[in-house]
């Protein structure tokens, strides 16, 4: 049935490169890079494009530049999003990849798949005005709208698998080791 | 001495907000947003504008619209960056800020501040290839390079700072509820 379904995810290929690096894990640890920049102010730029995987260096078909700021409410110019706004980012998209080749998997053609993320942050924290406080968000609430050929089970079920697979929602609901350093 | 350096950080303004919030903690409930539309295959496109915060509606002066996706290596088409690299934009640009208004804050005037980010990644988890390697990064590193009229015992203080008040450093290191649902 997956055959007949148009999605556009080549789910093939992630299904061989699954046992491709079953017997090669070496060839399975990526390094993702960002390379930033101070302008002024609060505002950056951020660049992508290199990064390591397969055993080698890879590149990005174009280099991508992302600018952050603060808004005019944090007397600031405003040249960007803030860089929390850029998890939301990261978490909308990979849940919807995951929905995207899930479906391609199980034989679902999408028509659409929408969703919409909010994230709630007392901002307290990062001002320093209540150490009670935490500086991330309190939490995160992903809704998905989804047209497709397939039941609501199916459609959450998906979703739920989707999830199970993220990149961003393990990296957001669990703790990782970030070391931060001056050269 | 906070007077003379040009950062281009207003900090007397985020000081004023953090004692006008200590009495107003419901001021300090934001709400961050994004909407993201799937494309094709792997292909998504978010956009933030609005968000909510000081107990009303705010808007960015502009939309931002952000294009995520898989590299070639991936069997896609690379129409933007991945999402998890969205993580290290966020991260280098929060941490880039702090550094900026921790600086403006000590009277230091900073003249360069440039940062790489590295994110290890092992791939197996998302592909299923092995159940006990985690989705998500694995680590990471960040390395600035500051240049600014300070010791190198107070560019380190200034960055150990920034990573104590950062909202992204904490959403990585710290777990945060995440809730996926279908409308």
Known sequence: MSTTVVNGVNV???????????????????????????????????????????????????ESVFDADHPAVFAAEDNGITPI?????????????GVASVAQNRGIQLRSVESTVEGNHDIRGILGADSDVRNGFNDVKVTFTIDADASKEDIEALVAQSQKRSAVFDALTNPTNVTVEVA
Chains 1, 2 share one sequence.
């Open 12 to 62: 093939q290929a992630l299904l061989d490169a699954r046992e491709v690096l079953k017997g090669a894990p070496e060839a399975a640890q990526f390094v993702w890079r960002a390379s930033s920049k101070w302008q002024k102010g609060v505002h950056s730029t951020t660049t992508i494009q290199n990064f390591f995987g397969l055993g080698e260096e890879q590149t990005h078909k174009s």
């Open 85 to 97: 706004e850029y998890l939301l980012v990261g978490l909308a998209s990979c849940l919807t990849a």
